[in-house]
């Protein structure tokens, strides 16, 4: 919720702007539209020698919980370079981005998460400032219990099949809360950063 104005620091109101079809934050003294969007995760599903690169998290959200190496994406970047700069920083190793792989759309919490296909360069990998530890796991080593968002798990499951069968495919779909969840509520959380 915006309060003021991010411009001039009037009061700021909750309102249908002229010309607009839906409620936004816009300032009553300068007329500053606030627009708030969907944020983009970005991320990689990196491989060696039949192992996938799994990173176990040092921040909240779903901290010790394991993840695919994934972030925000920075403004200045395409997607696949912010794959890339997740997957560095987030794991130490270094990949090679192949292609678009599976898009998430989480719109309760505003999120989209885009996994890329990748390769790593060498098999040197070590915990960034975000993963308690680095792992590169076979398909049955896969704390499935243990991974920190459904996205991760979609993935991972989408990734496997498509491996098995030989055709890789780009998969899109959508994940809503769960029955029981309070939206946006800390431990319903998709965050990837």
Known sequence: MIRYCQLCGSDASFIVPLGDSLPRHVCGTCGHIHYENPRLV???VAEWEG???LCRRAIEPQRGFWTLPAGFMENGETTAEGAFRETLE???ARVTIDAPF?????????QVHLFYRGR???PDYCAGEESLEVALLSPEEIPWQDLAFRSVSLCLERYLADRARGDFAFHETELRPPKHAVVNHPADSESAS
């Open 42 to 44: 970005v991320g990689c």
């Open 51 to 53: 192992k996938i690169l």
């Open 90 to 92: 987030e794991s130490g």
């Open 102 to 110: 599976a898009m998430i759309s989480i719109a309760h919490i505003n």
């Open 120 to 122: 790593l360069i060498s």
